[in-house]
Structures are given as C-alpha cells and as structure tokens.
C-alpha cells in the first residue's frame, strides 16, 4: 500500500478500520479523534495480508480505466474534439485535444456510438497505431518511449499486448 502524499492512511479490516499516522499532521487530526487503540501484531498481520490481496487482484485483473493517461502522455497521439462556443452574437469554434479512450469520443450527434465497449476503444488505439497507420505511411505511430506503460494506472503494457497478439 501506498501512503504518498498521505497524512493517514485508513485499512479496512472489516468491521473496524486501523488508522496509520504518516505525517505529524495526520498525527495531530488523528488525536482530535480522541484515543484510538494501538495497532498489535495481529492487526499489523491482517492489514499486510488485506493490502498484499488487494495489490494481488489488481495487478492480475484491472482492466483499463478510460482514463485517458495514455493517450494524453503519446507524442504520436493526436485526437481531438471540436466545440462552439457561443457569447451573443459572437462566436468561435475551438479545437481541443481529446482522447479516443473516452466513451464520449466516438458518440455521434444521433447518440450512436460505434464504440460503446472500452474494448472497442481499446482495439482501435491499438489498430490505430500499428496497423492502419503502418498501412497509410509506412511506420507504427508509437515512438517507444514507454510513458503509457510507465504511467498506466493500472499497469497495462501496450508492449505485452502486441505481442500477443502478434502471436496470434
């Protein structure tokens, strides 16, 4: 478990929480709460196993979040959206960077979304990069400088997956 940029750091252990102190200030707000008990080896060892099964499940089955992380952090990835905005009689039309990881990218005026999974989404990033973008000038969209994995908050490894499914 990670307690950066933590005052106090709060373990559920079922049915109580331990409260962990990591800065004077969550040691100053943890005494306003009033006496808590101590943390003995037994809620130490149950807070270790929780915390060890916890990084467990989500290094072995999260999938990606559609936080976009990736794709704002590419030097290749370029997507963008398109808005009015409006002020009287006044207006102009901006253009704004965007991410194709977003649900809301690929939501047509009708409200269809050609999309809808984050699979899809996933599937076109990746088709995108290293396929039609091969086909249309000769070279993949991707530099390899690893900030999507390095970043990912979820730990997915673009690296791994084309791999994969170059193995296919």
């Not at 750091?9 to 200030?25: H, I, N, Q, R, S």
Request: net charge negative; proline share 4%; charged share 30%.
């Amino acid at each position: 478990m990670s307690s950066e940029g933590a005052d106090v750091c709060l373990t559920d252990m079922g049915d109580t929480y331990l409260a962990e102190c990591v800065t004077p200030k969550g040691e100053e707000l943890l005494k306003k709460m009033g006496d808590l008990p101590a943390a003995d080896e037994a809620l130490e060892t149950k807070r270790q196993e929780l915390s060890d099964a916890a990084e467990k499940e989500v290094n072995s089955s999260v999938s990606c979040l559609a936080c976009g992380t990736c794709t704002y952090l590419c030097p290749t990835c370029h997507c963008f959206d398109i808005t009015d905005e409006v002020k009287r009689e006044d207006g102009k039309r901006i253009r704004s960077w965007d991410s194709c990881m977003s649900w809301l990218f690929t939501i047509e005026t009708s409200g269809h979304n050609p999309r809808p999974s984050q699979k899809e989404r996933w599937r076109q990033r990746l088709m995108h990069k290293f396929k039609y973008f091969a086909d249309n000038f000769d070279a993949i969209a991707c530099v390899g400088c690893g900030r999507c994995v390095m970043y990912c908050p979820v730990n997915i490894d673009i690296r791994k997956i084309v791999t994969d499914i170059s193995k296919l």
